[in-house]
Nanobody, 123 residues
Framework: QVQLVESGGGLVQTGGSLRLSCAGS????????MGWFRQTSGKEPEFVAA????????FYADSVKGRFTISRDNAKNTVYLQMNSLKPEDTAVYYC????????????????WGQGTQVTVSS
């Protein structure tokens, strides 16, 4: 069974940091781009960040640029999202995704999804 499992979410104060992890199992994702989306209640999933399979290129939403860093460890089949200077508007369920085909900023392009991890930033 192919799975992406996120971890690392939680409650943090404004200005704090969290590191999310997403571990793949059931198949290797080491040759796939991977990414992160987030979703708040009643809204469509929002692209956050993506990384190429080599890790040589990264892409960010304007809202997180300079504060979030995506990285990966292919030996562990894992992608990370380091989130610094967190703001209340970063509160959301964060999902990792893998193997996009098409516009990587759109949810429909991605073939595999994790179950999500909640991030709550208190003011």
């Amino acid at each position: 069974q192919v799975q992406l499992v996120e971890s690392g979410g939680g409650l943090v104060q404004t200005g704090g940091s969290l590191r999310l992890s997403c571990a793949g199992s059931g198949r290797t994702f080491t040759t796939d781009p991977m990414g992160w989306f987030r979703q708040t209640s009643g809204k469509e999933p929002e692209f956050v960040a993506a990384i190429t399979w080599t890790g040589s290129s990264t892409f960010y939403a304007d809202s997180v640029k300079g504060r979030f860093t995506i990285s990966r460890d292919n030996a562990k089949n894992t992608v990370y999202l380091q989130m610094n200077s967190l703001k209340p508007e970063d509160t959301a369920v964060y999902y990792c995704a893998a193997d996009p085909d098409g516009d990587y900023t759109t949810k429909s392009a991605w073939g595999f999804w994790g179950q999500g991890t909640q991030v709550t930033v208190s003011s």
